[in-house]
């Protein structure tokens, strides 16, 4: 058991500090869904980690900011950060995707490896609380190539903080996986690959969507798990500055 | 009480009055929060990023993000500085790959050597509990073994994952996640320590 911790403390140091890639981010994130909110010592241990990385920023030289900062962070702060109309569509499909999950059942799979039921019921609960929350989160639809909204994600702009809800979604070929990937000006990154339970659906992870500008969702070969750019058959997609 | 310890509380009691005005949409803590910190989260941005347009733009969206959505921010999970400057040091990596991945190109390699000769102490101004912590954190690191604190500088100022590290320094990735982990701990033990 030291000898696993001290893996998962490695792994846990290289993600706070940005560093992981691969295999070692995806193990990173599992870790963080499936092992470390119930883990007192490792719960500890990201705490202070993430303190020592906030700290360590003090190790930089502080700078004034130029004078002409400020001004235009007030500026922005009387800018709405989604137009109310678009808003309040996307938030009819969050709430007809909590109306359709509730005939869903609550077999839910988090990329296909979480097996607790009663915590699945928790965080769906709190991600669906939080979509439909106005905390200044931005959603993105999507869509199927009929247009048809499966799937919504939601976002905080600037925060490592993003989730994934879909309902009927449909399985995908025999051997077959779904694969996520965030797109930036061309240049694809593979986020996670799942399967849908009984049609639904929930992904969270640590990233920023708003660095990003487009969300791709294609089916993959289930043995393809080291491609490095969309290769398969593009289910879903959305635009992610288009909310 | 020690005064230090007065301080600490003092400055955490202010910023969880001024996070439960944001909350409520107050504009004014919201500013002062800015004057607190924007020194700091610029120093960081700018380090990262090596560029002013880079970091200006990461100071901005960070204090945005702040301002949309100010429950993001967790009391029980530390304080509001560890909060923002982590933040920010976080946006300035995405804004720095991403501008690699533009560009193809390392615009923050003067970066990445620790100061020579650098007097730590000329640096501190008497009585700013964030210049204290600012000391602090300079002579933990000194106190790292060179080739830790080489790949934890790589890692945290240069934004390289650990597999550009493991290839930049000719040595297994294993040794970096050791060398990285050995730092890490390190840290955390000297920094828990001096603040208590």
Same mark, same amino acid.
Request: glycine share 8%; net charge negative; with cysteine.
């Given at each position: 058991?030291? *000898?696993?911790? =001290? ?10 500090? *940005?560093?992981?890639?691969? =295999? ?47 001004? *235009? ?32 059942g ?16 928790? *965080?769906l ?8 929350? =106005? =905390? ?11 247009h ?13 903080a ?42 969270e ?39 | ?18 996070h ?24 960081i941005?700018l ?36 909060f ?25 390699a ?16 008497e ?29 945290y ?12 320094l ?27």
């Amino acid at each position: 058991m030291i *000898q696993d911790h =001290d893996r998962i403390d490695e792994l846990l140091a290289g993600y706070v500090l *940005q560093g992981l890639e691969g =295999d070692d981010a995806r193990e990173a994130d599992r870790l963080l869904v499936e092992h470390v909110p119930d883990c007192a010592v490792c719960k500890e241990t990201l705490a202070a980690f993430q303190a020592v990385t906030g700290d360590l920023a003090l190790a930089a030289d502080p700078i004034d900011p130029p004078d002409l900062l400020w001004p *235009q962070i007030r500026r922005s702060m009387g800018e709405e950060p989604v137009g109310r109309g678009r808003k309040l569509a996307l938030l009819a499909v969050a709430a007809s995707i909590v109306a359709i999950f509730a005939l869903a059942g609550w077999n839910v799979l988090l990329n296909g490896r979480i097996s607790d039921e009663s915590g699945h019921k928790q *965080q769906l609960a709190s991600m669906l609380a939080d979509m439909t929350g =106005d =905390d200044g989160r931005r959603m993105v639809s999507l869509e199927d190539p009929d247009h048809e909204p499966t799937m919504l994600i939601s976002y905080l702009p600037g925060y490592p903080a993003t989730r994934f809800v879909g309902v009927n979604v449909p399985d995908p070929a025999e051997g077959h996986v779904y694969r996520v990937w965030l797109i930036d000006h061309g240049d694809s990154t593979q986020l996670a690959d799942f399967v849908p339970s009984e049609g639904v659906v929930m992904i969270e992870s640590n990233i920023d969507l708003s660095t990003f500008d487009e969300v791709v969702i294609t089916e993959e070969p289930g043995s393809a798990s080291a491609t490095f750019a969309p290769g398969g058959t593009v289910r879903w997609s959305g635009n992610v500055f288009a909310t | 009480m020690s005064c230090r310890t007065e301080r600490v509380q003092e400055d955490a009691g202010r910023d969880l009055e001024l996070h439960r005005r944001l909350k409520g949409g107050d504009a004014g803590a919201f500013e002062e929060l800015y004057k607190i910190y924007s020194r700091p989260v610029y120093g960081i941005a700018l380090r990262v990023a090596g560029h002013d347009g880079i970091a200006q733009e990461v100071v901005h969206d960070a204090f945005m993000a702040l301002w949309r959505a100010p429950e993001a921010f967790d009391p029980t999970r530390g304080s509001l500085r560890t909060f923002l400057l982590s933040l920010t040091h976080h946006r300035a990596v995405d804004a720095v790959r991403r501008e690699e991945r533009l560009r193809q190109r390392n615009i923050r390699a003067s970066n990445l050597e620790p100061r020579q000769g650098e007097d730590v102490a000329e640096d501190v101004v008497e009585g700013a509990l964030l210049d204290q912590r600012s000391k602090e954190v300079r002579e933990a690191l000194v106190t790292l073994p060179d080739d830790q604190r080489t790949v934890l500088e790589m890692a945290y100022f240069g934004s390289r994952t650990q597999v550009q590290i493991a290839e930049e320094l000719g040595i297994p990735l294993g040794t970096v996640k050791t060398r990285t982990l050995a730092a890490m701990r390190k840290l955390r033990r000297t920094l828990q320590r001096v603040e208590a």
